[in-house]
């Protein structure tokens, strides 16, 4: 790959508002762990704040973005999504290992053109679906290489807040379990319903969607960033039972007929489980007969997700390996989000109120 495998990893990030400040941190951290890792600098936009980061973390200020893209191996971006694609562009065009802060860009030209040149440049990519680093994923993920998904349901509800709402919710939230979603099912859409509404953001702030993928596998996703409470949860249904993970507790729980056999669990070198507790309830159908329903609820260590995540980009930096959730990938993200906003869109009226249920088939 383009600059792989280098003694020393240098990497820069771009823009340090909030979630570029985890990142920021993060590095800080992996840097004390590992001295082939250097946080080399970062450059923002935002002198002010840019100052403030320097002056509290002690990491070098860039006064302008290349000058940093040209003394760094890998670029972490974090800046507004609007300009995901100008940044990832001049890095992929310098041979730079490239992280984006999901979701890759809000363009699908622009995404089909990011990954052309990623192939062409042969470095790492990822974006930032910190959700597959997420416990509670990490630890349904152990039973769902095992078994064949038939219906999938998944919520993702946030108060209001300003960032992300330059974006319509399917790209600053919904695109999180569309990510879950495609590393799950292996088969092609083939229908779209959605409808959604704009309140208080730029673009759309709710949406149902359904999904129809072949083989008759669904999935029906929620997201809302106008809700009273917090909900994040992605849940899939098997032939053997429920696989339900909670991502904001970070645990996961099975509904089965069957009981695990001892010592039958499998194992992920990156995940702990601290405690695994079952419940077992009789059920009556008829007078006659009944059923044991068998409940597992799984605590792993909670770990820091966004740690794991820049971990995981750095490791596949090293190895040459592909990253989890490379900038090809991102794309087909990018592409059902797009099917799904053309859904809602057409449903929707200019001031948010819904004319109807749009679906979108494959042609």
Not at 153 to 164: D, F, L, N, S
Not at 165 to 170: F, I, K, T
Not at 217 to 228: D, E, F, G, Q, Y
Request: charged residues 25%; hydrophobic residues 40%.
């Amino acid at each position: 790959m383009g600059r792989s495998s280098p003694s020393t990893v240098r990497i820069g990030i771009v823009g340090v508002g909030k979630l570029g400040t985890y990142h920021l941190k993060n590095l800080l951290t992996l840097q004390k762990e590992d001295q082939r890792v250097r946080l080399q600098g970062f450059y923002d936009i935002n002198e002010d704040q840019a100052r403030s980061i320097e002056e509290h973390f002690g990491v070098r200020r860039y006064e302008s973005w290349e000058r940093l893209f040209d003394e760094v191996d890998a670029i972490v971006i974090a800046s507004p999504t609007t300009t995901h694609a100008f940044y990832a562009r001049e890095a992929l065009k310098r041979g730079l290992h490239t992280f984006v802060e999901k979701p890759l860009c809000t363009d699908l030209e622009e995404a089909r053109e990011l990954v052309r040149l990623a192939q062409n440049a042969k470095v790492v990519t990822q974006v930032g679906y910190v959700e597959r680093f997420n416990p509670a994923y990490r630890t349904g993920c152990l039973f769902l290489k095992r078994q064949r998904a038939l219906f999938i349901q998944a919520e993702r509800w946030a108060p209001y807040t300003v960032r992300g709402a330059d974006v319509p919710v399917v790209l600053d939230l919904m695109t999180h379990d569309l990510d879950l979603l495609l590393a799950t099912i292996p088969h092609s859409l083939v229908e779209v319903a959605a409808q959604g509404v704009q309140v208080l953001g730029e673009g759309i702030d709710l949406v149902y969607a359904t999904l129809h993928f072949e083989h008759g596998v669904m999935a029906w996703l929620s997201a809302s960033r106008i809700a009273p409470v917090r909900r994040r949860y992605f849940q899939v249904y098997t032939p053997e039972g429920l696989i339900h993970m909670n991502l904001l507790t970070a645990r996961t729980r099975l509904l089965r007929l069957t009981s695990l056999e001892p010592g039958s669990l499998p194992t992920d070198e990156h995940l702990s489980i601290l405690q695994v507790r079952e419940e077992k309830t009789l059920m009556r159908r008829s007078p006659q007969q009944a059923i044991t329903l068998y409940q597992y609820t799984f605590y792993p260590a909670r770990g820091n997700a966004l740690y794991e995540e820049m971990k995981a980009f750095i490791e596949a930096i090293r190895t040459g390996k592909e990253s989890p959730v490379p900038f090809w990938h991102s794309l087909r993200v990018l592409e059902i989000a797009m099917q799904i906003l053309y859904v809602v869109e057409i449903n929707a009226m200019k001031q948010g109120v819904l004319q109807g249920v749009h679906t979108w088939k494959h042609p």
